[in-house]
């Protein structure tokens, strides 16, 4: 780790060019996540489980293709094929994990770790940790991701590779560093602290940052 402070300030120029309309049409308002019922809340929920190691271009076409709606009636030979077939990595692991989720009651688990969120971001990682023990599968990545297309947490970020490459871009990470560190809990909570130093000091949500960062390293 370098210096935290001229990181934020090399973030700052590096996010100049961003635009707060740019990101906008991408974000759900908090608390938006009341307003679905469990069946969507399972599709958001399985879409954002296949998303690790896969091309966005894939995703984004396999999330609109009728084989999505298929996950939520799918056996599990049927979910692996569908994953197989649209390119999603790790597709047997990823098959088992949709298979579970498809069971939980996920609504009512969102009521009771409502009154986490919205608050800060310790009590969104409380949050965070409890729905991860409940789900049983997806790390913290997955999870906060769901929680930020549902609108249900405001100050979480969403780690992936394109996080870790702007890091390294201003200088906070080495260059040598591998993306598997983010599955360790003391790496994620250390840059996930450092993202809202810097949403803080561009007067942006997380969610708002998190977008933003996307947007910038898509054009790397």
Not at 80 to 104: C, D, Y
Not at 122 to 141: C, D, T, W
Request: proline letters at 4%.
């Amino acid at each position: 780790m370098f210096d935290q402070s001229k990181a934020l300030e090399v973030a700052v120029r590096f996010l100049a060019d961003v635009k707060r309309e740019q990101v906008s049409p991408f974000l759900t308002e908090f608390g938006e996540w009341k307003s679905y019922n469990e069946e969507e809340l399972k599709n958001e929920l399985m879409g954002c489980l296949i998303t690790p190691g896969t091309r966005q271009k894939f995703l984004e076409e396999f999330w609109k293709s009728e084989d999505f709606k298929k996950l939520a009636s799918a056996n599990q030979e049927q979910l692996q094929n569908i994953l197989f077939k649209h390119k999603i990595r790790f597709a047997r692991r990823k098959a088992e994990s949709l298979g579970k989720v498809r069971t939980l009651k996920v609504k009512p688990f969102l009521e009771k770790l409502a009154p986490y969120t919205g608050k800060d971001l310790p009590s969104e990682r409380i949050a965070r940790l409890h729905f991860m023990k409940y789900m049983s599968v997806g790390g913290f990545k997955v999870t906060s991701l769901f929680f930020k297309t549902i609108g249900f947490t405001k100050f979480l970020a969403v780690l992936d590779v394109r996080n870790l490459n702007f890091m390294k871009k201003c200088r906070l990470l080495p260059s040598n560093i591998h993306p598997q560190t983010l599955t360790q809990q003391n790496v994620y909570y250390v840059l996930e602290s450092w993202e809202n130093l810097l949403a803080e000091k561009l007067n942006v949500t997380l969610p708002e940052l998190d977008t933003m960062i996307c947007k910038l390293m898509e054009r790397v």
